[in-house]
């Protein structure tokens, strides 16, 4: 597998290379010279007497202590080490590999002060696999992530806990079993490594990518319940997007219409369905899934651009600046690019796409599931009702989980709470809204999960007409991991099991073809 160079901005493709498919990295001649140099700029500086924050100065409410030269060496490792107060579960290995990623990204630029062989470690560590382990809570978005990013870097001072192959290990134990050799940080180099936005950051990218393939599998999962209640195809004419101009809207109802080619339940006319009510427009679920799942789009679109521009920031504190022409000596300017405002407003507005999604998904479920309102289908989706309940029950998960994520999608960036003696007195809360929005991702991975379950089975009842080319593939693909349901039975293997599809990428793959995107 080609390495991956750092040398220049990283774009989402390679991301997901790095943290999904384990590519290697390497840092460029250009970000290595830049790396050396900010190096000894800043131990020149340091061992001049100058007051620098954070390297002869204490940290936060403790900035007017004065550090003495022989003191800067434990005084970063101690840093390192007092913020590593995180609580709560592991975050998920791709987050992990993705703040490693972000964070190497972040010091190759030469802002940062960090030497040469502490950052190749750091690289090291990532190509090699060995995982700080980094637990979910601790993080407010003030000085950026301290503690999740203090967790991320205990293992270099031979601190922490690694997982390596699949195996959770001491930090030095894992360190010396993948062969790598812990270091003793200098100037500035523990605050280099902890002060930024890479958790926040990483999480919102791995939900990113992961969304993508929602937008997909809702298309999927809502066109099939559009044939099973045989509905009116005229809202997805094209001159209807084309007028509004929306591009994830356009998309979307591109996505349908080629799932439904050569459907005879789609778009029926009145008569030829039994038991079909004559109106002319469907419920809003169907009739403005483009217009929804569109919108969802397009948040995604916007998300991810503040994600790539955040994944190639330099985000610690103070910054240092080499000497140029219009600044001869050079400078190191304390600033607050730590802060993680912009990250933590744009994972709430994904936060707030993804509820969505999953709220126009359960109202799809909870119609094909009414006899009033399903178009001839029976209650519940299962002969016999009375004695079987049928699809009941999985409509009220969805309903549950839908509930869940209006908790979820409230937003985090606008609550705030002061620390560090109120130095810090305004902060994002970027994490916890990257944590709500992997939170909302789950539910509504089952949420299509359900309805996927619950429209194959409607499908599945509509015998002797042809389904739509995409809609048929999909349901096939499906009938291979969860039967028909004649009558009751256990069902939450089949839940389970529909959301690893949806997930996994399963349901996209078997229809790829019929997306233009």
Same mark, same amino acid.
């Given at each position: 597998?080609?390495?991956? =160079? ?50 002869? =100065? ?250 790539? =521009?955040?994944?190639?920031?330099? =985000? ?202």
């Amino acid at each position: 597998m080609i390495t991956l =160079t750092l040398s220049h901005q990283l774009d989402f493709d390679s991301i997901e290379q790095v943290v999904f498919r384990y590519k290697k990295v390497e840092l460029g001649e250009d970000a290595r010279s830049a790396v050396e140099a900010s190096a000894e700029f800043i131990r020149q500086r340091a061992q001049s007497g100058d007051a620098i924050y954070g390297v002869t =100065t204490g940290f936060g409410a403790n900035r007017d202590q004065v550090i003495r030269p022989e003191d800067a060496e434990v005084m970063q490792e101690r840093l390192l080490m007092s913020h590593a107060c995180g609580v709560g579960q592991p975050l998920p290995e791709q987050v992990v590999r993705a703040m490693m990623l972000f964070r190497i990204n972040a010091l190759s630029k030469g802002n940062s002060g960090i030497r040469l062989s502490t950052l190749d470690l750091l690289v090291e560590m990532l190509n090699r696999g060995v995982h700080p382990v980094i637990p979910e809570m601790g993080s407010v978005g003030a000085s950026g992530d301290l503690c999740p990013l203090a967790h991320m870097c205990l293992p270099i001072i031979g601190f922490g806990e690694v997982v390596y192959k699949g195996e959770r290990y001491e930090g030095m134990r894992g360190m010396q079993r993948a062969g790598l050799d812990p270091v003793r940080l200098t100037y500035k180099e523990g605050l280099a490594l902890l002060n930024g936005t890479q958790a926040m950051t990483a999480l919102g990218a791995v939900v990113v990518g992961q969304t993508e393939r929602l937008l997909n599998s809702a298309d999927i999962t809502g066109a099939m319940s559009l044939e099973a209640v045989a509905g009116r195809t005229a809202a997805l004419d094209h001159r209807i997007h084309a007028v509004r101009g929306r591009k994830g809207q356009i998309d979307s109802a591109r996505n349908v219409r080629n799932l439904l080619a050569g459907s005879q339940l789609a778009g029926a006319k009145d008569g030829e369905i039994p038991n079909k009510a004559d109106y002319v427009q469907d419920s809003y679920c169907l009739r403005c899934m483009p217009q929804v799942h569109g919108a969802c789009r397009d948040v995604l679109d916007y998300v991810k651009g503040v994600i790539v =521009t955040e994944a190639n920031a330099v =985000t610690d504190n103070p910054l240092i600046f080499m000497p140029s022409e219009d600044d001869p000596e050079g400078s190191i300017l304390s600033g607050g690019n730590f802060h993680g405002e912009p990250v933590a407003m744009a994972l709430d507005y994904l936060k707030i796409s993804l509820a969505e999604l999953g709220n126009i998904s359960e109202r799809r479920s909870a119609k094909l599931t009414d006899k009033h309102f399903s178009e001839g289908l029976p209650a519940f989706l299962v002969s016999n009702p009375g004695l079987n309940s049928g699809m009941m029950i999985p409509q009220y998960v969805a309903a549950a989980l839908v509930s869940e994520n209006k908790l979820q999608a409230a937003p985090a960036s606008i609550d705030s709470i002061p620390t560090s003696a109120n130095m810090e007195d305004h902060v994002s809360m970027g994490m916890h809204a990257g944590l709500h929005a992997w939170k909302a991702l789950t539910n509504v991975e089952r949420i299509l999960g359900i309805e996927l379950l619950i429209a194959a089975q409607a499908l599945d009842l509509r015998e002797g007409y042809t389904l739509g080319e995409g809609t048929k593939k999909a349901r096939d693909m499906f009938r291979q991991h969860v039967p028909f349901m004649h009558e009751d039975r256990v069902l939450y293997p089949d839940i389970e099991r529909a959301a690893e599809i949806v997930r996994d990428g399963v349901l996209v793959n078997s229809v790829r073809s019929f997306f233009a995107n």
